[in-house]
């Protein structure tokens, strides 16, 4: 059975920095693209950050550009989320999944695994 497990949120300040992790039990996540998502309360869960297998390729939602950075460890099967200049706008549950590119777009879709979240709350 494939776990995603989530990890490293927690209550910061705005303009401060947190780092995320996402651990995959599978070894067969170090050759897929990955990503991170987030919902905050009443609101539809959102694409933040993919990475690609190997990492020579990242997008990010424009909201988060220049503040966020996503990488990956494949030794580990782990990727990260690394968070700067946070806002309260960004509170939210943040979860790891498998992202799928949509064709033409570029965009991408959720994928079919999912960890449990991990919750991020910035205080103004």
């Known amino acids: 059975q494939v776990q995603l497990v989530e990890s490293g949120g ?5 303009g401060g920095s947190l780092r995320l992790s996402c651990a995959a ?15 905050a309360p009443g609101k539809e869960r959102e694409f933040v950050a993919a990475i690609s297998w190997n990492g020579d390729k990242t997008q990010y939602a ?17 990727v ?5 200049n946070l806002k309260s706008d960004d509170t939210a549950v943040y ?3 498998n992202p799928i590119r949509s064709y033409p777009s570029g965009n991408y879709n959720p994928g079919d695994f ?7 709350t910035v205080s103004s």
Request: proline letters at 0%.
């Open 114 to 120: 999912w960890g449990q979240g991990t919750q991020v």
């Open 25 to 39: 039990n599978r070894r067969t996540f170090s050759s897929v693209t990955m990503g991170w998502w987030r919902q």
């Open 10 to 14: 927690g209550l910061v300040q705005a």
């Open 80 to 84: 990260y989320l690394q968070m700067n």
């Open 62 to 78: 424009a909201s988060v550009e220049g503040r966020f950075t996503i990488s990956r460890d494949n030794s580990k099967n782990t």
């Open 95 to 97: 979860y790891c999944n």
